[in-house]
């Protein structure tokens, strides 16, 4: 699964509890985070 973090436009893995591969907690800011079929994007440990 992948989420979009829509002022960037990057596309990280989603790891558990809404954490992304890169260690970001995407529940911090849930405006700026969607659901997304798009390929992966961050080149960040954990997500690429
Ligand atoms: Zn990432």
Redesign the pocket.
């Known amino acids: 699964m992948a989420v979009e973090?829509t002022p960037s436009e990057?596309?990280?893995?989603v790891a558990k509890g809404g954490i992304?591969?890169?260690?970001?907690n995407t529940k911090d800011e849930p405006d700026h985070w969607k659901n997304t079929s798009k390929e992966?994007t961050?080149?960040?440990n954990?997500?690429?």
Do not use: A, L
């Open positions: 973090h990057i596309v990280h893995r992304t591969g890169c260690g970001t992966i961050c080149n960040k954990g997500c690429k």
